[in-house]
C-alpha cells in the first residue's frame, strides 16, 4: 500500500532543508556547498533532500521562493492604511527586517552571481519584487495626492529608489545588527515634503 504524503510534513520538511540551505550557500557559495553537506548538517541523506528537491539549483530557488508570499502578506498588511506616509516607512522598516540575519548578505551576493543563470529564479524575484513596488508605489500615490509625501516625487522612481536602499541595506549588513532605524530616517527624509522657499 502506498505511503500518504502528509502536505504539511513536505511543507515543514522543505522549509527545514532550505532553511539550512541557505545558511551553508551564504556561508561557503552556492559553488562550495555540496548537497551532501546540507544533508549532513541536518542529520540526513542526499537521497532524502532529493526527496523533496530535484536538483540542487531548485533546491536554491526555494530559498527565494517564501519571499512572494511574505511580500504578498506584507503588500496587503498595509495598502489600506489611512497613512499613506506612515504605511510606506513601516513597509520598508519591515523589509528591512532580516538583515540582521547573518546569512542576509551572503545568500544576496549568491543570488546576483546566478540570477542571470537560472530564468526560474530570475522569475520568482521578479515577481516579488514587482509585488512589493507596485505596493509601495499604490501607497505613494496616495501620499501624495494627500499631501503626506513630496509632491515632485515620481512614485514609479521612488519606489524603486526605497526598493535599492533596502537592497543595500542587505549587502552592507552587519550580523546581528538591523538597520530598520536607518531605513525608516533615509525614507522618511526622502519622502517628506520639501518646504517652498
Given at each position: 500500500m502506498a505511503?500518504k504524503?502528509?502536505p504539511?510534513?513536505?511543507s515543514?520538511?522543505?522549509?527545514r532543508i532550505a532553511?539550512?540551505?541557505?545558511r551553508?550557500f ?5 559553488e562550495?556547498?555540496?548537497?551532501s553537506e546540507i544533508?549532513?548538517a ?5 537521497g532524502?533532500?532529493?526527496y523533496?528537491f530535484?536538483?540542487k539549483a531548485?533546491?536554491f530557488?526555494?530559498?527565494f521562493?517564501?519571499?512572494l508570499?511574505?511580500?504578498?502578506h506584507l503588500v ?5 492604511s ?9 513597509l520598508v ?8 540575519d547573518?546569512s ?7 543570488l546576483?552571481?546566478?540570477v542571470?543563470e537560472?530564468?526560474e529564479?530570475?522569475?520568482?524575484v521578479d515577481h516579488t519584487?514587482?509585488?512589493l ?9 496616495r ?5 503626506s509625501?513630496d509632491a515632485g516625487?515620481d ?10 536602499i533596502v537592497?543595500?541595506a542587505y549587502l ?5 545588527y538591523s ?5 525608516r530616517?533615509?525614507?522618511l ?6 518646504p517652498?522657499?
Amino acid at each position: 500500500m502506498a505511503r500518504k504524503v502528509d502536505p504539511a510534513h513536505t511543507s515543514q520538511m522543505r522549509a527545514r532543508i532550505a532553511s539550512e540551505a541557505a545558511r551553508l550557500f551564504a556561508a561557503h557559495g552556492y559553488e562550495r556547498t555540496s548537497v551532501s553537506e546540507i544533508a549532513g548538517a541536518l542529520g540526513t541523506s542526499s537521497g532524502s533532500v532529493f526527496y523533496y528537491f530535484k536538483d540542487k539549483a531548485a533546491l536554491f530557488r526555494a530559498v527565494f521562493e517564501k519571499d512572494l508570499p511574505d511580500a504578498e502578506h506584507l503588500v496587503a498588511k498595509y495598502l489600506d492604511s489611512s497613512d499613506p506616509l506612515e504605511a510606506v516607512l513601516d513597509l520598508v522598516e519591515a523589509l528591512g527586517e532580516d538583515a540582521s540575519d547573518p546569512s542576509a548578505s551572503g545568500m544576496l551576493v549568491e543570488l546576483l552571481r546566478h540570477v542571470g543563470e537560472d530564468p526560474e529564479l530570475l522569475e520568482i524575484v521578479d515577481h516579488t519584487a514587482s509585488v512589493l513596488r507596485n505596493g509601495i508605489v499604490s501607497l505613494i500615490s496616495r501620499g501624495i495626492a494627500d499631501g503626506s509625501i513630496d509632491a515632485g516625487l515620481d512614485a514609479e522612481e521612488t519606489a524603486s529608489w526605497l526598493q535599492a536602499i533596502v537592497d543595500a541595506a542587505y549587502l552592507n549588513a552587519r550580523p546581528g545588527y538591523s538597520p530598520r532605524l536607518e531605513l525608516r530616517r533615509t525614507a522618511l527624509g526622502y519622502l517628506s515634503p520639501k518646504p517652498h522657499h
